[in-house]
Structure formats: structure tokens, C-alpha cells
């Protein structure tokens, strides 16, 4: 069986400071890893993803997530928060086996940017 | 693609009642996800279906609660009767066979009194 692990439920940060919000994962099988962001009211959006190749990947908004196999860790980073970044972030693992497929999804990280 | 619709988006429901709660996929996608979102659970998988089918309903709470998928294009998440302890966001995502990325509903956002 799959899961996700996201230590930390709150992440209070100044604005243009950097913060981490950090994903664990465990599985046994190869997983696909992603992380999502919920702004108040409204269903979750893909902010990034990993599926293979470079371990590293951003997005377009300044984010980017490390996969580290070794210690299946997939933490998301962002050097220069903004008030906008204020949300709740969702890190997830996909593993797929024949047709079936399972998306499971960590606790959520509330990433609260302060002026 | 106008993406995942889902409907209504706000429900309120007396305890006892049927609710049902709706769901038109992305177009050509072959996965659908239903998920309850609680701040308790946090995001809770119920249950999933495969080119209609559903393949793991482990995470369904009790039988009060039913999922159908009659075509590729609808489905549906029934709960009868309803609860105050079910009031929460239901969402529903839809995925490609061969992608990996799930597009997610505005959500239903349940209350039972």
C-alpha cells in the first residue's frame, strides 16, 4: 500500500521569503508524484509533477519539487514567496498496476503568506 | 474542454433526505475519482471507476453511499439517507488512460442539518 506523509498542516512565512513544505512518501512499487494547490473555495489545480527523467521540476509560477528516490522524499520549495502563494497544498502519489490506478493524496500543508 | 463539471455546487439537506451529486467527466478521459474533503479527514479517495468501472470502492464510507457510472460522460454519488456527519466537499477528478494527471471539479460542498 501507498502513502503520503506531509509533516508540516501550517507554513506561516513572511512575503519574499523562501519556505519548503516537505512530502514523504512510501510505496513499493515505481510512483508518479505531484503536488496540487486549493485556493479558498475551489477544486484542486496541478502545480507540478514528476514522471521521470530530470528529478528536478518547476512550474510556471516559481515553484519546483526535487524527487529523491533515496529518501522518497518529493519536497516543494519556492525561493521568493508572494501574498498570491497563499493556499493549501496538496502532495500526492500515483501507482499505476495494469489498469488500475491509485492517486492518493497527503494531509495538506497550509502555506499562509504574511505581509 | 470546460474540464470537470460538477452540480450543484451548494447543497443543504435535511437529515434523512437522498442527496445525489453529479459529475460530467473531461472528455476522452478514462479515469473518474470521487473524493470527500473534510478538515478532519483531509481528502478522503471513495471510490474510482475505469472506463465506467468501478475499480476500487474500498474507500466508500457505508452503504448509505453509492456511486454509478453509466456512460463515459456522467456519473453520479448518491447517499441515502444523508447525515450531518456526510456534510462536507465532495469532489470528483477525471484522468486520461494513458496520462497522469487528474483534473478536478469545483466541488459540492454538502451541508446536512
Known amino acids: 500500500a501507498q502513502s503520503v506523509t506531509q509533516l508540516d498542516s501550517q507554513v506561516p512565512v513572511f512575503e519574499e521569503a523562501p519556505v519548503e513544505l516537505r512530502c514523504n512518501y512510501s510505496?513499493?512499487?515505481?510512483?508518479?508524484l505531484f503536488w496540487y494547490v486549493q485556493y479558498p473555495n475551489q477544486g484542486l489545480q496541478l502545480l507540478l509533477k514528476?514522471?521521470?527523467?530530470?528529478?528536478l521540476v518547476e512550474s510556471i509560477n516559481g515553484f519546483e519539487a526535487e524527487f529523491n528516490k533515496s529518501q522518497t522524499s518529493f519536497h516543494l520549495r519556492k525561493p521568493s514567496v508572494h501574498i498570491s502563494d497563499t493556499a493549501e497544498y496538496f502532495c500526492?502519489?500515483?501507482?499505476?498496476?495494469?489498469?488500475?490506478?491509485?492517486?492518493?493524496f497527503g494531509s495538506g500543508t497550509q502555506l499562509t503568506v504574511l505581509p | 474542454d470546460a474540464g470537470v463539471i460538477q452540480s450543484p455546487r451548494h447543497e443543504v439537506t435535511e437529515m434523512g433526505q437522498e442527496v445525489t451529486l453529479r459529475c460530467k467527466p473531461i472528455?476522452?478521459?478514462?479515469?473518474l475519482f470521487w473524493y470527500r474533503q473534510t478538515m478532519m479527514r483531509g481528502l478522503e479517495l471513495l471510490i474510482y471507476?475505469?472506463?465506467?468501472?468501478?475499480?476500487?470502492d474500498s474507500g466508500m464510507p457505508e452503504d448509505r453511499f453509492s456511486a454509478k457510472m453509466p456512460n463515459a460522460s456522467f456519473s453520479t454519488l448518491k447517499i441515502q439517507p444523508s447525515e450531518p456527519r456526510d456534510s462536507a466537499v465532495y469532489f470528483c477528478?477525471?484522468?486520461?488512460?494513458?496520462?497522469?494527471?487528474?483534473?478536478f471539479g469545483q466541488g459540492t460542498r454538502l451541508t446536512v442539518v
Open positions: 477528478a477525471s484522468s486520461q488512460i494513458r496520462g497522469t494527471e487528474a483534473f
Open positions: 510505496s513499493s512499487v515505481s510512483v508518479y
Open positions: 514528476y514522471l521521470s527523467g530530470s528529478t
Open positions: 500526492a502519489v500515483i501507482t499505476i498496476s495494469g489498469s488500475a490506478r491509485q492517486l492518493t
Open positions: 472528455s476522452g478521459h478514462d479515469y
Open positions: 471507476f475505469n472506463n465506467n468501472v468501478p475499480i476500487d
